[in-house]
């Protein structure tokens, strides 16, 4: 019989997770007396008491350091608390979409991620808890503030100290709880129900005789040291039939092999260098807990994740799945560019624009109005599940590539002499000074608000905007009309080019400031133009209206996207 115990906490004030769950740096766990504690014990005080026994919770992690000390404490609270049943990763690894496939594969009531994301790992990294509801997706605002109130006021969290679980023994491990009935962890392996569902979604004979028929495409796929190596080894490589040294980085590590997990230009400059040389036809880089993705060309041709999702849409029926379901509504990001609208106006298909946060996808998804979306922060996905998904985007442009028989930088030329392009860029100032990012952010706000702003004109070069809209983005979702407010400050200028400032909520210490620049072009002679060179002035333009250099003392941004 394994004992409860109730432990005395004090409360702490600072557990009010974001978008992606509580990030903090990993010492702030370590270091505060009962902080995981706590926050496990307010997350599972959000299931009422009788439907405990009955409930399952599915927990997984992207590998990083501290992620089995917290399982081990999810696994004893969990039954100090009367939940019946615990379904884990092998070893703890469960990508962050594999965790929203099994919870909607076996009705769980939610599931508990561990995972900071694309934010570096190991002892001085970030590290994260995330609580996903019944439906795959991440807990709603009305619920992770619901936590953020039991936190504040926490004075005791209830534990089984002496229990301890086998996470490498694939199988059932069952206890008596004392004054409970049995508690059973299961352990599963980390892929299988992943990889079953994407049997379901794409044509394996045809990715199987691209990726290893008689004139199959050299492959690159990096898993940059976090949680989609074993996927990636198990479905593209013994599955689809790439050769084994076509996925590199392929192991987890607790701290990424040192490196930030963030398949971008920046990150993953390993596989960018690699690309260039020419041997790879196609290339692809995923996050520490494998819901982003970049998708890169022969020669290093960058696919812009704006232009990503687009692309998707426009060869939607390149995968079965959609054939089946037929699609239902595309969505984006607000700061995403607006490559994806050009197609929907084409097909006549409905658009939603909504905040950043994979949350409002979700809404539009459950209530049957969205088939795919995707965001500028290298997350693409659709309806199959309630996360977006590295993985399944890979395998969606190798799908295309498959039904085309193109390159990646053919499909993307022909895309653009069709619908036109949007130029876009995304610079990156992180850690900056909290305080002085937000008194930014409050005089900009207060410039842009004042009505002389509206038609006023901005030179740089030969180039002059006038300023036809400035807002700070609102949204009114069109499910169960809630709305948020305060979601980027917008400035649109007459020929549709927009600059749009936001503060992230990702990281885990200072402020990212993230400024976004989208600009349409139609004409055939400019559109393979260098987005840099084509956006250069309305990037000077928006340095200028914020004085962000001056305001930051910052000269120049971290990533550039």
Same mark, same amino acid.
């Given at each position: 019989?394994?004992?409860?115990?109730?432990?005395?906490?004090?409360?702490?004030?600072?557990?009010?997770?974001?978008?992606?769950?509580?990030?903090?740096?990993?010492?702030?766990?370590?270091?505060?007396?009962?902080?995981?504690?706590?926050?496990?014990?307010?997350?599972?005080?959000?299931?009422?008491?009788?439907?405990?026994?009955?409930?399952?919770?599915?927990?997984?992690?992207?590998?990083?350091?501290?992620?089995?000390?917290?399982?081990?404490?999810?696994?004893?609270?969990?039954?100090?608390?009367?939940?019946?049943?615990?379904?884990?990763?092998?070893?703890?690894?469960?990508?962050?979409?594999?965790?929203?496939?099994?919870?909607?594969?076996?009705?769980?009531?939610?599931?508990?991620?561990?995972?900071?994301?694309?934010?570096?790992?190991?002892?001085?990294?970030?590290?994260?808890?995330?609580?996903?509801?019944?439906?795959?997706?991440?807990?709603?605002?009305?619920?992770?503030?619901?936590?953020?109130?039991?936190?504040?006021?926490?004075?005791?969290?209830?534990?089984?100290?002496?229990?301890?679980?086998?996470?490498?023994?694939?199988?059932?491990?069952?206890?008596?709880?004392?004054?409970?009935?049995? =508690?059973? &962890?299961?352990?599963? %392996? @980390? *892929?299988?129900?992943? #990889?079953?569902?994407?049997?379901? $979604?794409?044509? !394996?004979?045809?990715?199987?005789?691209?990726?290893?028929?008689?004139?199959?495409?050299?492959?690159?796929?990096?898993?940059?040291?976090?949680?989609?190596?074993?996927?990636?080894?198990?479905?593209?490589?013994?599955?689809?039939?790439?050769?084994?040294?076509?996925?590199?980085?392929?192991?987890?590590?607790?701290?990424?092999?040192?490196?930030?997990?963030?398949?971008?230009?920046?990150?993953?400059?390993?596989?960018?260098?690699?690309?260039?040389?020419?041997?790879?036809?196609?290339?692809?880089?995923?996050?520490?807990?494998?819901?982003?993705?970049?998708?890169?060309?022969?020669?290093? =041709?960058? &696919?812009?994740?704006? %232009? @990503? *999702?687009?692309?998707? #849409?426009?060869?939607?029926?390149? $995968?079965?799945? !959609?054939?089946?379901?037929?699609?239902?509504?595309?969505?984006?990001?607000?700061?995403?560019?607006?490559?994806?609208?050009?197609?929907?106006?084409?097909?006549?298909?409905?658009?939603?624009?909504?905040?950043?946060?994979?949350?409002?996808?979700?809404?539009?998804?459950?209530?049957?109005?969205?088939?795919?979306?995707?965001?500028?922060?290298?997350?693409?996905?659709?309806?199959?599940?309630?996360?977006?998904?590295?993985?399944?985007?890979?395998?969606?442009?190798?799908?295309?590539?498959?039904?085309?028989?193109?390159?990646?930088?053919?499909?993307?030329?022909?895309?653009?002499?069709? =619908?036109?392009?949007?130029?876009?860029?995304?610079?990156?100032?992180?850690?900056?000074?909290?305080?002085?990012?937000?008194?930014?952010?409050?005089?900009?706000?207060?410039?842009?608000?004042?009505?002389?702003?509206?038609?006023?004109?901005?030179?740089?070069?030969?180039?002059?905007?006038?300023?036809?809209?400035?807002?700070?983005?609102?949204?009114?979702?069109?499910?169960?009309?809630?709305?948020?407010?305060?979601?980027?400050?917008?400035?649109?200028?007459?020929?549709?080019?927009?600059?749009?400032?936001?503060?992230?909520?990702?990281?885990?210490?200072?402020?990212?400031?993230?400024?976004?620049?989208?600009?349409?072009?139609?004409?055939?002679?400019?559109?393979?133009?260098?987005?840099?060179?084509?956006?250069?002035?309305?990037?000077?333009?928006?340095?200028?209206?914020?004085?962000?250099?001056?305001?930051?003392?910052?000269?120049?941004?971290?990533?550039?996207?």
């Amino acid at each position: 019989m394994v004992q409860i115990t109730t432990v005395k906490t004090k409360p702490y004030t600072d557990q009010k997770p974001g978008t992606s769950g509580l990030r903090k740096r990993v010492t702030v766990f370590q270091q505060n007396q009962h902080y995981a504690e706590n926050f496990i014990q307010s997350i599972i005080s959000v299931i009422e008491p009788p439907e405990r026994q009955a409930a399952c919770l599915v927990v997984g992690g992207d590998g990083r350091f501290f992620m089995k000390d917290a399982i081990r404490l999810i696994v004893q609270i969990a039954a100090a608390n009367g939940i019946g049943h615990l379904v884990i990763g092998q070893n703890g690894i469960m990508s962050t979409p594999a965790v929203s496939c099994v919870i909607r594969k076996i009705k769980a009531v939610g599931g508990i991620i561990l995972t900071a994301s694309h934010n570096p790992g190991g002892p001085n990294g970030d590290f994260g808890i995330k609580y996903n509801i019944s439906s795959g997706g991440p807990a709603p605002e009305g619920l992770t503030n619901k936590i953020f109130e039991i936190s504040k006021s926490l004075q005791e969290y209830r534990i089984c100290p002496e229990l301890n679980v086998d996470l490498s023994k694939i199988g059932k491990q069952t206890f008596e709880v004392d004054s409970f009935r049995p =508690f059973t &962890v299961e352990i599963v %392996d @980390s *892929v299988d129900a992943y #990889a079953e569902m994407l049997r379901g $979604i794409f044509d !394996f004979a045809a990715l199987k005789d691209l990726l290893s028929g008689a004139n199959r495409i050299n492959v690159r796929l990096d898993a940059m040291h976090g949680v989609v190596g074993p996927y990636v080894k198990k479905i593209v490589c013994e599955e689809l039939g790439s050769p084994a040294n076509s996925a590199v980085n392929c192991i987890p590590q607790e701290d990424f092999g040192g490196h930030h997990p963030d398949p971008n230009l920046t990150y993953a400059a390993d596989l960018v260098n690699t690309m260039k040389g020419g041997e790879y036809d196609f290339g692809a880089a995923f996050d520490g807990d494998g819901d982003r993705n970049m998708v890169l060309g022969k020669h290093g =041709f960058f &696919v812009n994740p704006s %232009d @990503s *999702v687009a692309v998707i #849409a426009a060869n939607i029926t390149s $995968i079965p799945y !959609f054939k089946k379901t037929g699609v239902k509504g595309l969505a984006r990001s607000m700061p995403t560019s607006g490559a994806l609208d050009n197609v929907a106006k084409s097909l006549q298909m409905q658009l939603y624009e909504t905040p950043t946060g994979w949350k409002f996808f979700g809404n539009l998804m459950d209530a049957g109005k969205l088939s795919l979306c995707g965001e500028e922060s290298f997350g693409t996905g659709s309806d199959h599940i309630r996360e977006k998904d590295g993985l399944w985007a890979v395998l969606s442009w190798l799908s295309i590539l498959a039904a085309r028989k193109q390159s990646v930088e053919e499909i993307l030329k022909d895309h653009w002499q069709k =619908f036109g392009r949007n130029f876009f860029t995304r610079y990156d100032y992180e850690e900056v000074d909290s305080d002085s990012a937000n008194k930014m952010i409050k005089d900009l706000e207060t410039a842009m608000f004042d009505p002389s702003f509206i038609g006023k004109k901005f030179s740089s070069g030969d180039k002059t905007y006038e300023v036809a809209v400035a807002d700070n983005f609102a949204y009114t979702d069109p499910v169960d009309g809630s709305v948020s407010k305060n979601q980027g400050l917008r400035i649109i200028f007459s020929d549709g080019s927009r600059i749009i400032f936001r503060l992230s909520g990702t990281g885990s210490a200072g402020a990212t400031i993230r400024l976004y620049i989208d600009s349409y072009e139609k004409d055939p002679q400019k559109i393979y133009q260098d987005p840099q060179v084509m956006l250069a002035p309305l990037v000077d333009i928006a340095l200028k209206v914020s004085q962000l250099q001056e305001r930051t003392g910052r000269t120049g941004p971290t990533v550039i996207t």
